[in-house]
């Protein structure tokens, strides 16, 4: 495709090629050769130049799709070589290097099993959905996607993927692929031995059977079976030990922790030796839970396949390689990727914080205040040189008619004063601090800052970026279900038009 045109001949950065002026043509997408399927190759390639892909035809990708999703079993049977694959959530340049031959393989040699969380957090889930679709459709026997807790409605609205979807596309795409995710297997039984679910088991999971028996065509609920396969995690201890077999997950605010007991219970009763799961972010982006001790085989094993989760996070991502019933994790560093604003904003609304500090500056340069304001420092001079430059002064003057009167406005101004100084302060972190603020941003669900950040200054907003244990800290609220009340109820609708790209930098 044609690269977006430059007739003014000013982009900034020369050496970075401009995005395809169109989305793909409909021929090149679905050209005859492949007798309708999606030339996923071309694709790849158009996406990671941030083309676009015309609603027309994404709906086609997703409509095919849907037909084999609908056709597969709640419980999927694979065996090996197989490559098994973690989380992702939006990151499409990572899943690209994710898909080369020396890291998960290449899928038209390859099996693969993605464990679910395709979307959410990252900034590219429709290219992350569009991409594996497409390689889906052409290799059907031998791509498999399970369910996890962020393809659903409630997240999806809560985090960004809504947002994204409105961005890109409109409502009516956004609903279409929450039809599609809801078609989604829910568990996978690897070489006979393995159970593979994107979160974990459940006091209300006794045997496959209970799986299979699931109506899995809709949103998942808040508890049950259904919510623990999403939801559940094991037990963060050495030992696995728990008092009991199953403790509530206050840390998701919905289902259960398991140990050692439950987990080993179930896998006996089922002839299986261990649970591979994703749900969680891993500093190296697996972690192996030995419970039985450090020679035996991990009775959970937990996979990421998200590196620098969220821009903050500094782990590595990992996917999991069977073959001839040998596993080995193949590790991975992130990948750069589009310097895209927090929320999809573009460059007047992100720029107004500046000019907003600017124009504080200046308000403040004339009422002539130190740098720190304390009452103490305030004095009648700046009071009066203040009720000067307002308007309101005007009104002060002719209803300030008793002493009590005066008083009250006095002290009204001397908080007006401190509001200008506070403000400065924040919007200067805000100048000096943009890059980091950002990506502390893209930690959170809504794009917003912790209350206090700013004020606090440089120190509070480099300690929350720390490493991964302080941001995996800072992140720990969003981990939770959202309550009705956190969840938006209703959506603005961002006029954009598919066709638009605009030119980014890369990220460092």
Sequence with gaps: MDPLKDPANDRHVKTL????????????????????????????DHLQKEGRVSKEDLFKLVGD???????EGNVIYIQDP????????????????????????NPETTKYLFLGDFVDRGSYSIEVIILLYAIKLNYPNTVYF????????????????????????DQETYDMLMDSFDLFPLACIINSKFIAIHGGISPDLKSLEDIKKLDRYHEPP??????????????????????????????????????????????????????????????????????????DFPVVITIFSAPNYCDVYNNKGAVIKFENNTLNIQQFQQT?????????????????????????????????????????????????????????????????????????????????????????????????????????????????LPRGVLTAGKSAIMDALADFNIAKNADIVNEKMPTMTQTPQQSISINKSINSTSSKTKKK
């Excluded at 997408?29 to 309708?36: G, Y």
């Excluded at 799709?65 to 056709?71: A, E, H, P, R, S």
């Excluded at 989380?87 to 890291?103: A, N, R, S, T």
């Design 17 to 44: 090629k401009p995005p395809p002026h169109r989305p793909l043509m409909k021929s090149l997408m679905f050209p005859d050769k492949l007798k309708n399927k999606p030339d996923w190759k071309l694709l790849k």
């Design 65 to 71: 799709c849907n037909k084999l999703l609908k056709n």
């Design 82 to 105: 197989l490559t098994v694959v973690g989380d992702i959530h939006g990151q499409y340049y990572d899943l690209l290097k994710l898909l080369e031959p020396k890291v998960g393989g």
């Design 146 to 169: 399970l369910r996890g807790n962020h393809e659903c409605r409630q997240l999806t609205a809560f985090f960004n993927f809504k947002d994204e979807c409105l961005y890109k596309y």
């Design 222 to 295: 808040k508890s049950g079976l259904f919510c623990d396969l999403l939801w559940s995690d094991p037990v963060d201890q050495d030992q696995g030990n728990l008092d009991g077999q199953w403790k509530g997950n206050e840390v998701r605010g919905c289902s259960w922790f398991f140990g050692n007991d439950a987990a080993s219970k179930f896998l006996q009763k089922n002839n299986l030796i261990s649970i591979i799961r994703a749900h969680e972010a891993q500093l190296d982006g697996y972690k192996m839970h030995r419970w039985h001790g450090g020679k």
């Design 336 to 448: 750069p990727h589009p310097y895209l604003l927090p929320n999809f904003m573009d460059i007047f609304t992100w720029s107004i914080p500046f000019v907003a500090e600017k124009v504080n500056e200046i308000l403040y340069n004339l009422l002539q205040v130190g740098d720190q304001v304390d009452d103490e420092e305030i004095n009648d001079e700046d009071i009066k040189q203040f009720k000067e430059l307002t308007q309101q002064n005007k009104k002060y003057d002719k209803q300030s008619t008793t002493g009590s009167n005066n008083a009250k406005n006095t002290e009204k101004l001397k908080k007006k004063i401190i509001f200008v100084a506070n403000m400065i302060k924040m919007q200067k972190t805000l100048r000096e601090q943009s890059e980091s603020i950002i990506q502390l941003k893209g930690a959170c669900p809504d794009k917003r």
